[in-house]
C-alpha cells in the first residue's frame, strides 16, 4: 500500500490554500482508485510533520474532506476514507492524461473537421511596430467618456435594474438614439423595432447566416474578400459563388451570370473601403445591385463596418437607404468607432427578420451588455459620438496621407497603391514578384509585424498583396515602420 504522505504535494507559493491542496490531493487519488474506500488516513499530526506544515492546516483539510462526504471520522479510532464509495482499481496515467490538470484530448469522441476554420489572432510580439489589418487607434477611444456615463449610471436609484436580464434586441435606449443617428448620418428611416444590437458586426454575420441559409444554398462572395465572413457561411452550408472585385467593387455582370444559372440565396458586400481592396462601390452599381436583388429575389447582407470614417467625400449612402422592398440586412458596429474591443454592433433589417434574428440570439447570448447599451445610448444622444468621429477623421486622414507619402518616397517602383477614399488601411502590392511572406518575415526579425498575405484570396495564400493599417499608429510609429518595411524590402 502506498504511503499517503508521499502522494502529496504542497506549493506554498501558490494561490490555493494549503489545506485546500491536501484536501484536493487525498480526492484526487480517491478518484485514481489509489486510496480505497476505508483506508486509514494518516493523523493529523503525522501527516503535518510529514508535509511541514501546521497541524491546523492538516486538520482543516481533514474538516474540508469530511464536509464533502470523502472520509468517515470514528472517534479514538481516526479518519478513513468513506467507505460507501464505489471501488476504483488503481490506473495507470495514460499518455495524454496529467496528474495536474485536465487531459490533452477528451476521452469521448469529436470530430476535429466539424469546424476546420483556422484560429487567427496571435499577438503580436512585444515592443514591435505593427502595421495591423485596419484598426483604430484605440489610445483616441473615448474612455474617459464612457466612464463618466457608467458612474452616472452608478448614483441612479435605478441602476440595479440594468444588472438584470434585459430585452434580448438589445436596449431600448440605444436602439432609440441608433435609429437616429442611422437616420442623421446614413439616411436610414428605421425604428427601434428594426433594430437588434449584436456584440459586433461578426455575430451579426452569423445570426444572418443561421436564420437565413440551408444547406446546398448559394451564397455570392467576393474574391478577394473577408474570409471570416466566408467562413460563417460555410458554416451554416451554404455553396460559395465568387465574384471579382475591381476598381468601382464587385463585378455585376458576373453576379448576374451567377444568377442566371443558379437560385441565389444571399449575397455579401461591404460598400465602403471593401476587405480587403479598399475599394468603394460606386453609386451606380448600388442601384444595379437593388434591381438584381428585386429581379433575382435574393438578400443583400450589407457589411457597412467603417462608413463613418471616409475622406474623399461625403460617403455614399449605404443600400439600405434605397431599399423599398426590403433586399437589405444593414449591419454595423461601434468596433471600429470606438475600439475593436468595445463589442457593440447591430443588425437593421424588416421586422419579421429582426423577431427571427432575436430569438437566436437569445439562444446564443441572452442578451447584451445592458450597461454598456445604456452608457453608447448616452454617447449619441450627447453628441460624443458624433465629435469623436469628427476629430478621429481628422486624424485618421493626415495617417492617410503622412503613410502614403512615406510609401512613395521609399518605396517607389518597388510596389503599388492607390490612395483610398476612406478606411483604415492601404492595399499594396509588392512588385517585381516580391513574396509578401518573405517580406513579413524579414520585418518580423527588424521589430515590425506586418502582413504575409495570406487569407485575402479564394485560392491562393502566397501573393504579393497586403493591407497596411495606417490609423492605428502615430506619424513616428509610421515613419519607423516604414523605414523597417523598407528595409526588409531590399533583402529580399
Known amino acids: 500500500m502506498p504511503i499517503i504522505e508521499s502522494l502529496i504535494t504542497v506549493n ?59 472520509v468517515d471520522v470514528y472517534p479514538r479510532k481516526g479518519i478513513f476514507v468513506a467507505k460507501n464509495l464505489p471501488e476504483v482499481k488503481p490506473k495507470s496515467i ?35 511596430i505593427v502595421f495591423n489589418d485596419g484598426f483604430p487607434d484605440t489610445r483616441l477611444a473615448p474612455v474617459d467618456l464612457l466612464v463618466r456615463e457608467y458612474r452616472r449610471f452608478g448614483n441612479y436609484h435605478f441602476t440595479s435594474g440594468y444588472l438584470m436580464y434585459g430585452p434580448e434586441q438589445g436596449a431600448e435606449n440605444l436602439r432609440n ?47 478577394p474578400g473577408y474570409f471570416m465572413a466566408n467562413e460563417v ?55 444595379q445591385l437593388l434591381e438584381l436583388a428585386m429581379k433575382y429575389r435574393f438578400a443583400i447582407l450589407e457589411d457597412d463596418y467603417d462608413y463613418d470614417f471616409h475622406y474623399a467625400s461625403s460617403p455614399i449612402l449605404p443600400l439600405a437607404s434605397a431599399d423599398y422592398y426590403g433586399s437589405v440586412i444593414y449591419v ?51 453628441g460624443d459620438i458624433g465629435r469623436h468621429l469628427k476629430k478621429t477623421n481628422k486624424i485618421y486622414h493626415e495617417r492617410r496621407d503622412v503613410l502614403c507619402g512615406l510609401l512613395q518616397e521609399q518605396l517607389g517602383g518597388r510596389v503599388s497603391f492607390k490612395i483610398p477614399d476612406g478606411g483604415f488601411a492601404v492595399w499594396m502590392q509588392y512588385l517585381n514578384g516580391r513574396s509578401a511572406k518573405l517580406i513579413s518575415e524579414k520585418a518580423a526579425g527588424m521589430g515590425l509585424s506586418v502582413s ?27 515613419e519607423d515602420g516604414v523605414g523597417i518595411l523598407t528595409r526588409a524590402v531590399e533583402k529580399v
Open 12 to 70: 506554498k507559493e501558490l494561490n490555493v490554500p494549503v489545506y485546500l491542496q491536501i484536501a484536493n490531493s487525498i480526492i484526487g487519488h480517491i478518484r485514481r482508485g489509489t486510496l480505497k474506500p476505508e483506508r486509514a488516513l494518516p493523523g493529523s499530526r503525522v501527516l503535518a510533520a510529514s508535509l511541514k506544515v501546521h497541524r491546523k492546516t492538516v486538520v482543516a483539510a481533514y474538516d474540508e474532506l469530511y464536509a464533502q462526504s470523502w
Open 94 to 128: 495514460a499518455q495524454n492524461a496529467r496528474q495536474d490538470g485536465i487531459a490533452a484530448i477528451t476521452y469521448y469522441e469529436v470530430d476535429e473537421q466539424r469546424l476546420p476554420f483556422p484560429l487567427q489572432f496571435q499577438a503580436p510580439a512585444a515592443r514591435h
Open 177 to 223: 438614439e441608433l435609429a437616429r443617428f442611422l437616420s442623421e448620418t446614413r439616411g436610414l428611416q428605421v425604428g427601434a423595432e428594426n433594430i437588434l444590437i449584436t456584440k459586433g458586426v461578426q455575430m451579426a454575420l452569423y445570426l444572418s447566416a443561421q436564420v437565413l441559409l440551408s444547406k446546398t444554398d448559394t451564397v455570392i462572395v467576393p474574391d
Open 233 to 287: 457561411f460555410e458554416h451554416a452550408g451554404a455553396q460559395l459563388a465568387f465574384v471579382p472585385v475591381d476598381d468601382h467593387g464587385i463585378d455585376l455582370n458576373a453576379v448576374e451570370d451567377i444568377c442566371k444559372k443558379r437560385k441565389v440565396k444571399l449575397l455579401y458586400v461591404i460598400p465602403h473601403h471593401h476587405r480587403p481592396t479598399c475599394v468603394t462601390l460606386s453609386a451606380e452599381r448600388r442601384m
Open 332 to 382: 454595423g458596429s461601434f468596433c471600429k468607432t470606438i475600439a475593436p474591443g468595445i463589442r457593440v454592433g447591430f443588425i437593421v433589417a424588416p421586422q419579421n427578420l429582426i423577431g427571427q434574428l432575436t430569438r437566436l440570439r437569445r439562444m446564443i447570448d441572452r442578451q447584451g451588455e445592458q450597461l454598456l447599451e445604456e452608457a453608447m445610448a448616452n454617447l449619441l444622444k450627447n
Open 452 to 478: 504575409d498575405g495570406s487569407g485575402y484570396f479564394h485560392r491562393h495564400d502566397n501573393t504579393s498583396f497586403i493591407r497596411l493599417g495606417f490609423a492605428s499608429l502615430n506619424v513616428k510609429e509610421l
